[in-house]
């Protein structure tokens, strides 16, 4: 089987270019661990450890945490309104785009993240084999909704108990909303400026709306099914 590629090229100001090779695996749609890695100490499982981490005990190192080293340190000068052009580049299209330098980060770690082994992010992993950079609110919650209703017909198929209330998306972005808050603590830490921090919490305003506008967004998104709809009033 051969690894999923994507590409994130960040352009900079003075010219400058930041390349990210991600690889995910076909099968599992993870990341290569980063456990023989040389990380630094606020990558560690307890700095700023999730109140919900339980399914790492015994582990040293956070696993988002360390994918996300990476980029942490490239940008620590940086701050989060420059202007800066990205380029995405997967193996059905490319994508470019101008932008700043916090939304740009924030696409990229809401990848890494879902694909970083973490157990509270592992569920958005189908959206990251798909992944939509610079995704905006509207097209984050078609996209995550769509993703766990699919989730449901597979489990109706294998007699699973089935949730088409989605009370159980509801509660895993109320999870990614702890798991943010810990890793802000992590990255102000590491960052000299700000582009880093405020890119994870404009992720975190993706996470934060589900919850908070459930049924809203719920009967936002119905308008867009009105040809099934119709179609179901006449049978």
């Not at 560690?44 to 015994?58: A, I, K, V």
Request: with cysteine.
């Amino acid at each position: 089987m051969h690894p999923i590629e994507i590409h994130y090229i960040f352009r900079l100001p003075g010219a400058t270019e930041q390349t990210f090779a991600l690889q995910l695996d076909e099968k599992t749609l993870e990341l290569p661990g980063m456990e023989g890695s040389r990380l630094p100490d606020w990558c560690r499982l307890d700095f700023h450890q999730c109140p919900n981490c339980r399914e790492m005990e015994g582990k040293k190192w956070c696993p988002a945490a360390a994918q996300l080293s990476g980029i942490v340190h490239r940008f620590t000068t940086l701050l989060s309104y420059e202007e800066i052009q990205l380029t995405v580049i997967t193996s059905e299209r490319e994508i470019r785009q101008a932008t700043t330098i916090q939304r740009a980060i924030s696409s990229y770690m809401g990848l890494v993240m879902a694909a970083s082994g973490c157990p509270h992010t592992a569920f958005l992993r189908p959206m990251a084999r798909f992944h939509l950079p610079l995704a905006n609110d509207r097209e984050t919650l078609y996209r995550a909704f769509s993703m766990y209703a699919l989730a449901q017909f597979f489990i109706a198929r294998e007699n699973g108990t089935v949730d088409m209330e989605f009370q159980g998306l509801k509660q895993a972005y109320e999870d990614i909303q702890r798991v943010n808050k810990s890793m802000v603590k992590r990255l102000r830490d590491a960052s000299e400026k700000d582009s880093s921090v405020n890119a994870l919490v404009n992720l975190d305003l993706h996470a934060r709306i589900i919850p908070f506008v459930f049924e809203e967004s719920l009967e936002e998104l119905r308008t867009l099914y009105a040809p099934y709809l119709r179609t179901s009033d006449r049978k």
